[in-house]
C-alpha cells in the first residue's frame, strides 16, 4: 500500500450499512452514511448513546464484517481484501483510542507504547526513542516505567493515546476517549491528544455525545437514528 500522503483522503465511505436480526425483526443501526475524511482533518462524530457511533466506528477500524457499502482507505477499497491484509492495514495506517484504556497490565507504560512499533517491525532501538518521545510530550516522562496500576485514570488514558500513535497512522479513531474522566482530567486529555494528532499530520474520527468537546475539531458530523443528518 502506498505511503498516506499520496492520497488527500484518507478516508472515504459510500453508503455503509449495519444490520442486525433481533428474532423475526431486521434492525437497521447504519443507513447508508456516506464521508470522507481528509488528511489532517479532526472529525467529531457527534450524537447521543445508541446512534451508532461505536458500530461506525468499527466499521472504518476494520474490527467487524456484516456491512454493506463501500470503504476506501488511501485509495484502496476494503472490501476486496482478505483477513491477514486488514489486519495489515489496521497496525500500519489505523490508531485507536477507546473509552477504557485496555493497557496491558503487566507492561509498562514504555513497554504499552513500544510494542505496536515491535510487532510493525521496528527495531527496540527506535521503538523506545519514539515511545519516550510520545509520553515526554504527553507529559508522562516520570512516569514511563510505572505499570497501569501505577497510573491514574488520566495517565492510562494518555499512555492509551500515545500507543494509538505509536505506529504514525494516517487515520486515528477514538470513541468516547474522555468519557471514563472527570471533566478536568478529560480537558488535559484531550488538548494533548489533539496536539500530538495535528502534529503527526494524522486524520481523526473521534466520537463524542459532549459538544464542547465536538467544537474543539476542525469539523462535526452527526449522527442519528442510522444517518448522517447535519455536518458544519
Known sequence: MNSPFSYNNVIEVTDLQRAFKQGDQEIKILRGIDLIVRRGEILALLGPSGAGKSTFLQAV???????????????????????????????????????????????????????????????????????????????????????????????????????????????????????????????????EFLRLVRRQGSAAIIATHNMAMARKMDRIVTLHDGRLIEEY
Open 61 to 191: 477500524g476494520l474490527l467487524e464484517n456484516g456491512f454493506t457499502g463501500s470503504i476506501n482507505i488511501l485509495g484502496q477499497e476494503i472490501g476486496s481484501l482478505n483477513d491477514k491484509a486488514r489486519t495489515a492495514v489496521r497496525r500500519d495506517h489505523l490508531g485507536f483510542v477507546y473509552q477504557f484504556h485496555h493497557l496491558l497490565p503487566d507492561f509498562s507504560a514504555l513497554e504499552n507504547v513500544m510494542l505496536p512499533q515491535l510487532i510493525q517491525g521496528e527495531s527496540p532501538k527506535k521503538a523506545k526513542k519514539h515511545a519516550l518521545f510520545l509520553l515526554q510530550s504527553l507529559k508522562l516522562e516520570d512516569r514511563v516505567k510505572h505499570y497501569p496500576s501505577q497510573l491514574s485514570g488520566g495517565e492510562q488514558q494518555r499512555v492509551a493515546v500515545a500507543r494509538a500513535l505509536a505506529n504514525r497512522p494516517a487515520l486515528v479513531l477514538a470513541d468516547e476517549p474522555t468519557g471514563n474522566l472527570d471533566e478536568a482530567t478529560g480537558d488535559i486529555v484531550l488538548h
